[in-house]
């Protein structure tokens, strides 16, 4: 197995933070990873993405030109990332900040309400655990039970109060996809 992914969007958004648990997720099922955090100078409101690659062998190179799932929260990252996707790959959006979609035929493309369903589970700010959920729902790239354990432990102090939201917010995207062979 080996999975390169981009998640992107506005600063603020935690996409820098959904990244990072990702890659914890898979350290901790002892696989291969890298991240790689990227920022404007504004950081929050600029544009910031990072790349995620986790592999069951050694990874020759961390960058990634074609990614077998992208993770986008701002139409500048849809723009941007959206023609990058593999055939086969996997497109995660939250359709409440983004109003286009591929119409490639060649991908797979979740559209999930992300910010909507954080609103309702009562911090704003969970929008990226949404669409992580429905990423590692869709590729099975590391498992829930994982992801549940680094939430806890990599969630700061002062945002232990929304843990039991965050937990419902993975489950949520989770909800909105299939799984699927990215291969």
Not at 42 to 50: D, K, N, P, S
Not at 143 to 164: G, N, P
Request: glycine letters at 8%.
């Amino acid at each position: 197995m080996h999975e390169e992914i981009i998640l992107s969007g506005f600063g603020g958004q935690g996409v820098l933070f959904a990244g990072q648990l990702l890659a914890y997720a898979a350290l901790a099922e002892e696989r291969h990873v890298t991240w790689i955090p990227s920022y404007g100078p504004e950081m929050r409101g600029g544009t910031a993405h990072c790349t995620v690659c986790i592999s069951d062998e050694e990874i020759g190179s961390p960058l990634v030109r074609h990614p077998s799932a992208v993770l986008l929260m701002n139409p500048p990252s849809f723009q941007r990332y959206m023609p990058l996707v593999r055939p086969g790959g996997l497109l995660v959006l939250d359709e409440g900040m983004i109003s286009e979609r591929s119409n490639r035929d060649d991908i797979h493309e979740v559209a999930i309400p992300a910010k909507a369903i954080a609103a309702e589970l009562g911090f704003d700010q969970i929008a990226n655990l949404v669409l992580l959920g429905a990423l590692v729902a869709a590729t099975g790239v590391v498992k829930f039970e994982t992801l549940d354990k680094v939430l806890e432990e990599h969630l700061s102090l002062r945002h232990q109060d929304a843990l039991v939201s965050n937990r419902l917010a993975l489950r949520r995207g989770a909800e909105y996809s299939l799984p699927l062979s990215l291969k």
